[in-house]
T-cell receptor, first 116, second 115 residues
């Protein structure tokens, strides 16, 4: 079955440590996204990528970094510069452009990051 | 810029009650509108969508109609079940302009259904 796989499901970070969240999709989607979800709030966009080797900052990119070396993969690194990283992180993907511009995003099951 | 406003929650209902979750939006152009549902500890699942004015999206007994004149996309269900307990998100996506498909989400509404 096609879908989006996020790993790990739970992740713990020590102070001053960088951690990387994995996101893989086999839907053949061009676009991929990372969102942060905090309790009682909606989703906020961290980074997005429309095509391999290209990505743009979203609304809350500070303290995060991404790469897009393969179409299927869009890992997110939470750096030590992110002072409040405890949150639920969601990865999504979608088709792009033209007649696909009204298509929904498909989401993974998320990674919950906590600080030790 | 785009924005989505959902009714404040949480919403608590008895089984078989009627559900309405209000959603209004502000956007340029002609956005597509979506309702997503999130069960505890999981990601978001698409519940229904509408891509133009007066379209009605429906799925699993849920319905929402794209009302351009009132810029609204209210979610309704005639008889809720305990299994409908979840967080519901309204979202929009511009169909014109840049085509990367950025979604704008409301803050989410927690629904709890009691037996």
């Amino acid at each position: 079955d096609g879908g989006i796989t996020q790993s790990p499901k739970y992740l713990f970070r020590k102070e001053g440590q960088n951690v990387t969240l994995s996101c893989e999709q086999n839907l053949n989607h061009d676009a991929m996204y990372w969102y942060r979800q905090d309790p009682g709030q909606g989703l906020r966009l961290i980074y997005y990528s429309q095509i391999v080797n290209d990505f743009q900052k979203g609304d809350i990119a500070e303290g995060y970094s991404v790469s897009r070396e393969k179409k299927e993969s869009f890992p997110l690194t939470v750096t030590s510069a992110q002072k409040n990283p405890t949150a639920f992180y969601l990865c999504a993907s979608s088709t792009t452009g033209g007649r696909h511009s009204n298509q929904p995003q498909h989401f993974g099951d998320g990674t919950r990051l906590s600080i030790l | 810029g785009n924005s989505v406003t959902q009714m404040e929650g949480p919403v608590t209902l008895s089984e078989e009650a009627f559900l309405t979750i209000n959603c209004t939006y502000t956007a340029t152009g002609y956005p597509s509108l979506f309702w997503y549902v999130q069960y505890p500890g999981e990601g978001l699942q698409l519940l229904l969508k509408a891509t133009k004015a007066d379209d009605k999206g429906s799925n699993k007994g849920f319905e929402a109609t794209y009302r351009k004149e009132t810029t609204s996309f209210h979610l309704e269900k005639g008889s809720v079940q305990v299994s409908d307990s979840a967080v519901y998100f309204c979202a929009l996506r511009n169909a014109g302009g840049t085509s990367y498909g950025k979604l704008t989400f409301g803050q989410g509404t927690i629904l709890t259904v009691h037996p």
